[in-house]
């Protein structure tokens, strides 16, 4: 499978930042594709020739290109521009009435390491003639910031926010000033959804949108350097229940100030279905909390009676019933803890570990391990796994080693298949097998019921019990 990553390392000669730069450039490089209405095609040298390392498609034209091409060699007819641009540094451009290529050199730290080739088909009724001239000006000053290493932008942010603006949302043509020379229809309409209906040409964007912000408006630090466009950076605008996401593209030319160009979007429904999102949440954190505390109390008033038992008996039922509560309770505590509905379950079972061998010991010593890892495992499988592992270590202990002895637990998870295994250095567990108690019959049930897995018990080859439980985690 070619990527551009086993491209650029297996087939070029390409230092570690160089190719480095060429991911950045790729990983922003849908706007000069769109600004375009190009195809483009990433170019490297190999020792196959000029091999296409990456390609992508404009989302606000037809594609010419319908097969993907990455991994090929370019055909013979671009080599001349390609030879062309990473010998010269310049902007090529080859055009008919029909198709229009450009081979961009991409430059970075005194070399020209690579060639962007955009091929776009013509169109002259496609645009008015006045976004036309924006999309064309917007689109050169990118080029020449590719060839000057200008672009892509270091000071970006690392991660852009789910519903990060892109030109078909919205485009907006700024001047050194911050003043709009163009607004694309989609720009206009974001920005009468948050008040500003005067005409945006020739005013300064950022003064119109604070003349229209109340005080009830979320507004972020970086607004005013993003409305500038002095900046690569995002922001947002929420005002009258609408929220505007801004992204802004400056446009330099040997580092000084051409102007910006300003991608908006609404993202008012994201922002919205995030906000549910984070509500619902919270709210099922906050009910594993109640549910941990209440299972406390109960286990609390289960230690308490336990205390005033007279009969033996009766004091072991209601110490293993606590036991059993408690255990239920550290997986409540967990997932109030986290957002998702899956623990790490190598964090929640130390505790459960502790807490068997603890509360069976008796004037003895036994010791405990663990081994392996269980992985994560959704919430309803970890209650039902906490309970079977606490129910047959609290077995070994009591049963399997009354003098004291050893108690290793492992777990190797391969996929969705998890085996435990918990063996003790005991007696063993005789001719009889596990026995038909409670918690045997609790233990078969859950494995069977709840993890839809298969528990086996049999005698250790050097003494003791081996329990091993097969199931499988979705």
Known sequence: MSTLTNILQQRTAL?????????????????????????LFLVATTADGPVIAAQTRPATATTLYESDAVGTVVERIYLKGFEEALATGEVITWGDDEVETTFIPVFYRGHNIAVVIAVNAL????????????????????????????????????GYRHGTPRVSDGVIHLNEDG????????????????GVDEPLHDRILAELVTEKIDDYSAVDESLPVVLMGRAAWMAELESHSVTVSMRAVPLRRDGERLGAMLLCRDVSELRRQEKELITKDATIREIHHRVKNNLQTVSALLRLQARRASSEETRAALETAQRRVSTIALVHQQLSQTINEVVDFDELFIP?????????????????????SFGFVRAEAAAAL??????????????????????N??????GYELIVTVHDDGVGIGENGPGSGLG????????????????TWENGEDGGTVVTITMQMN
Not at 134 to 150: F, H, K
Not at 179 to 190: E, G, K
């Open 15 to 39: 230092a570690f930042d160089q190719r480095e730069w060429l991911h950045m450039l790729t990983g922003d490089w849908q706007i000069l594709a769109d600004i375009l209405f190009a195809d």
């Open 123 to 158: 169109f002259p009724d496609r645009l008015l003639s006045h976004a036309q001239h924006n999309y064309d000006s917007i689109a050169q000053d990118l080029a020449r910031m590719i060839t000057t290493g200008e672009f892509p932008y270091s000071e970006a942010p690392s």
């Open 179 to 194: 003043v709009v020379l163009f607004a694309s229809p989609n720009a206009i309409s974001h920005f009468r959804r948050i």
């Open 352 to 372: 459960v570990l502790k807490m068997a061998v603890d509360i069976a010991v008796n004037d003895v010593v036994v010791t405990s391990s663990f081994t392996g």
């Open 386 to 407: 906490s309970v079977v592992l606490n129910e047959i270590i609290s077995n070994a202990v009591e049963h399997g080693l009354p003098h004291g002895g050893h108690v």
């Open 409 to 414: 637990v492992d777990a190797l998870r391969d």
């Open 440 to 455: 045997t019959q609790i233990v078969k049930t859950m494995v069977s019921s709840e993890l839809h897995g298969r528990i």
